[in-house]
């Protein structure tokens, strides 16, 4: 290949990359934006600061199910 | 620069979604909040859920071969190495203490096991209902969701029935979280006032060496009976010698820790790789939740029963509501008979006593998921 | 095939499943039972509550080999 | 004997060693000696540096299809598994709470991202250079140096350009550890005394339902808009869910912990295995380390910029400086606003401010991500 | 029904046993007893044992190419991954201070390896006994049991001779267990109560940039002279350079707590299932068993012989006792000359003083089996 | 084959081991004493316990960039 056409291939390289730029910062930007819209809009929905159900679930919950256990070999696991 | 929005466009999820698509994220959703908000199995049900809401990501291909999900589960699902290791695990976290302070009661966490047989009885007639289509295989993987037991399920709905995974993995664990509003009402219906009231006495105390022992022998007699269930019932009872060997305190702290949460967490990812549309949004998946329900209810009446002949064989010392946690479910179970024992008679502590059916349950259903991989398999 | 073939075929798996159903239970007793006579059998054998050997043996043992160590490094393990 | 002697000798490294494995395994132990000694990311400069140094051991092949490096990199790099998993411990660590107090600087964090697409434009142009032949899928994996992130940087160099990985993931983490001396002087170039000077009102509570919603939520427009960044940004959410969800602490913990430290070894290790002689000691390795400084000095300046002009609009309410931390480099370029901050007002605490946008350019760059995987990969 | 009964009774073990498979469920019992009763080194043992129960159950084909043992077989152990990441791990919990503080004593790990050269001259010797037939290869992995290292043994075993390796592990970790009762008689057999009460100086006190020295300088060495030996080296420096480090201590923990918990569990399965009935019964198994302990006795006497030149040497200020703990077994043998010390002389502490030689065992026993890959692999 | 050629195979293989054993153990000691060499030197260049660079930049280091985080999730990592 020619020095005149590799110019050439790159110069088409970038204009593609230019393209690219151009795409990519768009679509950065769109999705930021749009999280930030959503976001704001939950903000005002969400009641502030309510203990939220999951909060209180939780305790109960964790490590319940996984597998058969009885109390007393939780005291015998922190004793690691 | 047309040309490139259009091809960014056609790759957006807008551009590419299906109904059943968004109808599977939506399911995934689904069981996340059920898992957040109602503490439905959360350990498994946040994975699994999560997995279906990335297996149905247009384009993504997260579930192909390529894709995360769909390496992780061929790696660990269908090799059966996830739920071999989380059964091992689960050896390493449980006291058979109870089981073995009076073994006679193992006899409710075999009765439950009526459930599983039942429901294969129930899943084969489903296929006269038209649009349903369920093979001896498909059938023993439905079964299974009455063993309430999420790895023993999953081992044997990978081997018999991988399309149908997703489906029964779900039913598997939505049921186990519902195991307070489904048992209560049966318990009530199939055990008189006086029974509940029935309290028990005290378990003696078991001695290191019989623990030591217990998992030896139990490997020992399902080898020589039914070698097929070995694999479950081996890594159950080899997490369970790592903790009462008492020497390999690092190895059983690890498998019952870090080990199990990281298998947990590939294991909850694969399976939801399953929930795609094509495969879950369909009747079969309503036949299985539909069977599921009734596999739990049939195998709670089954304990209840041998509770109740228990009870009258046994100078009525013993309570029949911890034949109901016979069908594993640990321990959600055993603290269900716990609770509706209390209602009954606010001295009438259960959950010791219902531990030795419930894990003996668990037993069971390996025991019966070793008979359908025999034959059906 | 004819809805007449469906319906003999879902019969012969009805068959074999009410088979499963009673090799199924079948084999499940039979392993409990088992299990039941079994360890009734060790526990009358097992003298009961003296310390086993394992129990002495434990401590000086584990974490014992499994690699290189010094003493000094435990502690330093400890503080993590 | 002299035989065997001379097979012995045959077999030493003295006899084998070429130039590019010495000057390879010099490169290697300089990593080690930067991470060590400078604390340069040490938690992936040591194995990948020492990686480097395994690679480059002649006859030994321990990079090679059946040496240790060689299988953990085809396991874990060639199918992404590895930097995914990273990008869910990194989920399960980061707290979005900073973010979602004040949403609208995400924009910083978008526009930092103009390093990686101003970088790739200078990849290309690089091809002037005699020598140097970077293809569209090079430049890419280049570019994404600018991202200031480690496993997006590995995940894409892996896919785009595996052979420059090594220098791709050399560059990033480098670059990354001297955030501190290479953003300072672009700060204080770009901004006035009065700029750096502005105190930040103090940041709302953001309720836990919030930080629940927030990975859902990121998730959702992401698999609307770009599904080839849900890879990345799905696990990223999945640990974030693990974490904020409350409710499965055990996978949490093991996800931002053992299991990702296991995986960063195994990473870190992997990637050096891409540090062979050949491959690395070439101009190209020059270029990709000069491109990586313009992406983060080009980063950081864009982030400023809009940083100033957020300045402007928000009435003087906004700092600048936290423009910066928008490339990511989480935690050290909100820590460097911080400090600079600091020097211009001693009552100015930029920290908390400061982490909004820096994990907004986690997600910015995870999106770049996308973009130049779906349109170039 | 019948014909299902007849399937079932079919598919029990009862039906299937061999006599050998019974027999080596047995053996695999007796290693859990031997590990529980005893203290034979449970870690590797009970896994071990383990496995080879499970690999000798009929028809479950748990060690085949489908069953979770072949799997982890496969994954590790022939690829070589899991013995170097216990070595990983070992390195990551070893403290070279001991031989920082007194260099010259690591000639007492280098001549304790002279059990692992005389030993593989006594397995070639053993073609003379009919019936027993050992290559090169085989007698070079048997010898390497001589080199009291588990994971170096598993290592060169899995690389030399597969068939071989259930009895070359179950003889090395025997063997490291019974240190304290094979090297005391040897002991006192070749040393005087004079030398024995011999009582050494403080060892001065290392710095911490020697400590973070070695393990580069060991690998470099190591890269230079015998890059054959690099992956075991490689690897236990990379854990070490970990640990010392100070700079990244996330990953050292992991890597010598929950991922060698993890890996050692997986490795001791594995080992385990080559204690099939066919390989493992059979003259060649004792031949090992055998030749195993010709290979402490003579590592642990040529030690001594070393340890007793050093006496003469130092004038008389070296305890010759201190060269048995040249053959590795760490820390036991270390442990046993401390006692074996102490019974001479009750002020003569000489644990530290013996971990010197006891480490430097495990980089001679690394160094001779990369040797042999070179030679003979 | 004849008892003879087999016992003149391994006398073959009896020489090759001997071979083994006298390189086998030259590397061994070549190799430690070499360590033993240089360890020897680097301890007399290095200067005795002066705090190491690393150990003044450790703590600043560790942990710091694995990922995205603020301060307050580690003290409730710490309650795990
Ligand atoms: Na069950
Ligand atoms: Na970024
Ligand atoms: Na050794």
Known sequence: MYAANLTMEIEQLLMQSLQLLGLGMGAVFVILLLLIAIISLVSKIVPEEVATPSAIVAPRVDNSHIAAISVALHQHRKNR | MEQGLLQLWASTGLYNFTFGQLAMIAVGGGLIFLAINKGFEPLLLIPIGFGGILANIPIAGIAGPDGLLGILYSAGIETGVFPLLIFMGVGAMTDFGPLLARPSLMILGAAAQFGIFFTLFGAIAMNLVPGIEFSMADAAAIAIIGGADGPTAIYVGSRLAPD?????????????????????????????????????????????????????????????LLPSATPLVGMLCFGNLLKESGVVDRLSNTAQNELINIVTIFLGLSVGSKLAADKFLSAETLGILLLGMVAFSIGTAAGLVMGKIMYRLSGKTINPLIGAAGVSAVPMAARVANKIGLQANPQNFLLMHAMGPNVAGVIGSAVAAGVLLAIVG
């Open chain 2, 164 to 224: 149908l995974l997703g489906a029964i993995a779900v039913a598997a664990y939505s049921y186990m979280a519902l195991v307070p509003i489904i048992q209560p009402p049966i318990m009530k219906l199939l055990t008189t006032e006086e029974e509940r009231q029935t309290r028990m006495t005290q378990l003696r105390k078991v001695s290191k060496l019989e623990k030591i022992l217990f998992p030896l022998i139990l490997l020992i007699v399902t080898i020589l």
